[in-house]
C-alpha cells in the first residue's frame, strides 16, 4: 500500500498546483512556462507509475462484496465519463454545459470504480479521485474570458464518437490489463 499512498501524495499534490496560484506563479517564474509544463508532466507520470504499481503490489484486502448489479451499474457510469473526458479536449455545447467536463468525467468514472470494488486499494485509489474531482469541480474559479466562437454541434459529435470508440476499447482491454471484464463478451 505504500506505493499506492505515495503515488496519491505525488499525483494529486502536483495536480493540486493550479489551486495554489502563488505556488503556481512562484514555479513558473523559476522553470519557465516549459520548465514548469516538463515539471509537472514527469511529477503526473511518477505519481501514476506509483498509483499503477500500488495497485498491483497492494494486498487484496476485502471491505464488503459488491453487489451483483454493481458492474452493470459501473458500466454504465463509465460510458458517458468517456465522452466528458474526449468533451473536454474541444469546442462544443457538452463542455460548455458541464462546466467541468474531465472533472466530472473523473467523478462518474471514480464512482463507477467503487461500485464494483469492494477492497481496500480500490476504495484508497478510487475514492482518491472521486474526492479531488468534487474538490475541483466545486472550487472557485477567475470567470473565464468570453468565448467568441459559439460551440460546433460538429464537435459534440466528435467528442461522442472519440468517447465511445475510446470506452469500446478499453472494456475489450479490461480484462487482460485488469484481470477485471467489463462485459461477458470480452
Not at 472519440?162 to 467489463?182: E, N, Q, T
Amino acid at each position: 500500500m505504500t506505493y499506492l499512498l505515495a503515488g496519491l501524495i505525488v499525483f494529486f499534490g502536483v495536480h493540486l498546483l493550479p489551486a495554489a496560484p502563488r505556488l503556481r506563479a512562484r514555479l513558473l517564474a523559476k522553470l519557465g512556462a516549459g520548465g514548469y509544463k516538463a515539471a509537472f508532466s514527469l511529477t503526473a507520470a511518477a505519481g501514476l507509475a506509483l498509483l499503477v504499481a500500488g495497485m498491483a503490489w497492494s494486498p487484496r484486502i476485502d471491505l464488503w462484496r459488491p453487489p451483483a448489479w454493481s458492474a452493470a451499474a459501473a458500466a454504465a457510469l463509465i460510458a458517458p465519463a468517456f465522452i466528458l473526458f474526449a468533451a473536454a479536449n474541444f469546442r462544443c455545447r457538452i463542455k460548455r454545459a458541464a462546466r467541468h467536463p474531465m472533472s466530472l468525467g473523473v467523478l462518474l468514472w471514480a464512482a463507477g470504480h467503487l461500485l464494483a470494488n469492494g477492497e481496500l486499494a480500490s476504495l484508497l485509489l478510487f475514492g482518491g479521485f472521486a474526492a479531488f474531482a468534487l474538490f475541483d469541480i466545486s472550487r472557485p474559479r477567475a470567470p473565464a474570458a468570453p468565448d467568441a466562437a459559439a460551440p460546433a454541434a460538429k464537435w459534440d459529435a466528435v467528442a461522442i464518437g472519440i468517447g465511445i470508440a475510446a470506452y469500446i476499447a478499453l472494456a475489450a482491454l479490461h480484462r487482460p490489463l485488469f484481470g477485471a471484464a467489463i462485459f461477458p463478451l470480452f
